[in-house]
């Protein structure tokens, strides 16, 4: 059966659906629902049942835990075994938004959520659709990235669509999805704090909140020799056809496309001279703007019957990082 899609206003969602969404959360179901950041698949954070519903959806490893929403910092502190200072600190400063903290758990959080681990990811947004859910729904919702596992997070309804329909119970379609790129996910149950993927926000703005270093993802990979959370493995996020980053990406695009691949240039640069046969898509060079269309473009250039995928080497500065992080994942 095809999964039901209902259209809301993203600013003033309508009450009554979404009731109609928390009364099948709080039934077990499982609904697709738009954040700042990416679509969410979310279900009652408290019914392991539930959660294992978001895993088969989605074909999630079981040993890859979700992120739990809250509407508050209160209501998180609810989950977690111990609210060190800098969570209380990064919540002060940054929620509702982009950051996921990883605290110690409480043990009436299930282990699906978790992954069997003794830390719970917690978040707590800032969109409209997302915490007038929650609320309605009177519990935290467990909810990865909206798509099939091992793809590119879905930013609309549609691209939700492409991967989980008929696999979940509603999608409440309230327009794209802003931010375009997942949570910034810092672990405040160690000392100091250690970013383990980078987002929206960050590693400079989380160690000028804390007046401390907070450590990157990169360090805590070489640290360890060993990713230490499952969000870090290296090809995550991927498009189905083969994307590879390059300074020179205009030289490369008409390179393959003169051995006769169909081949799209992603860009944050104008393009100067036309490039007859290949597919150009020209994304912000402001890096809020470029991470709110890259999935978009991407899932696009997926079904346009392109071949392969170039991508114009971004800028290197500290804002570029979390863009640099998934197109690495991308290409590997
Ligand atoms: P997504 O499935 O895209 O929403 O990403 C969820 C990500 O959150 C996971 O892949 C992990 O990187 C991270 N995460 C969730 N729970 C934990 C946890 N307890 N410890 C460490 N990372 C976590
Ligand atoms: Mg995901």
């Known amino acids: 059966m095809p999964t039901r899609c209902l259209t809301i206003d993203p600013q003033l969602p309508d009450p009554s659906v979404i009731?109609?969404?928390?009364?099948?959360?709080?039934?077990?179901?499982?609904?697709?629902?738009?954040?700042?950041?990416?679509?969410?698949?979310?279900?009652?954070?408290?019914?392991?049942?539930?959660?294992?519903?978001?895993?088969a959806a989605k074909g999630r490893p079981a040993n890859n835990p979700v992120i739990v929403h809250v509407t508050s910092s209160d209501a998180a502190r609810q989950l977690a075994a111990e609210w060190p200072a800098p969570a209380e600190r990064l919540a002060a400063q940054f929620w509702p938004g982009p950051l996921t903290m990883v605290v110690k758990k409480q043990p009436h959080v299930p282990d699906e959520v978790t992954a069997g681990g003794a830390t719970v990811a917690i978040r707590c947004p800032q969109h409209p659709i997302a915490r007038a859910l929650i609320d309605a729904a009177g519990?935290?919702?467990?909810?990865?990235?909206?798509?099939?596992?091992?793809?590119i997070s879905a930013t609309t309804a549609k691209h939700v669509l492409r991967t989980l329909d008929g696999r979940i119970d509603l999608v409440l379609d309230g327009g794209p999805a802003g931010g375009g790129l997942e949570s910034t996910v810092v672990d405040v149950s160690v000392n100091p704090p250690r970013v383990l993927r980078p987002?929206?926000?960050?590693?400079?703005?989380?160690?000028?909140?804390?007046?401390?270093?907070?450590?990157?993802?990169?360090h805590a990979v070489v640290e360890r020799g060993a990713a230490p959370s499952p969000g870090m493995l290296a090809r995550h996020y991927a498009p189905l056809i083969p994307l590879e980053i390059c300074p020179r990406g205009v030289e490369r695009a008409q390179e393959l496309s003169a051995s006769g691949q169909r081949v799209a240039l992603v860009t944050h640069l104008p393009v100067a001279h036309s490039l007859p046969s290949v597919q150009v898509a020209i994304l912000s060079n402001d890096p809020a703007g470029y991470a709110s269309r890259l999935y978009q473009t991407l899932y696009e250039l997926e079904s346009s019957g392109i071949e392969r995928i170039v991508v114009v080497t971004p800028p290197q500065s500290a804002e570029w990082a979390a863009i640099h992080d998934r197109l690495r994942r991308a290409s590997a």
């Open 199 to 218: 987002g929206l926000i960050s590693a400079d703005a989380l160690s000028a909140a804390l007046d401390m270093t907070v450590r990157t993802a990169e």
């Open 19 to 55: 009731a109609e969404a928390a009364a099948i959360l709080r039934r077990g179901g499982i609904v697709a629902f738009p954040t700042e950041t990416v679509y969410g698949l979310g279900a009652n954070a408290l019914d392991g049942a539930a959660v294992r519903r978001i895993f």
């Open 139 to 151: 519990v935290p919702l467990a909810a990865p990235s909206a798509n099939a596992s091992n793809r």
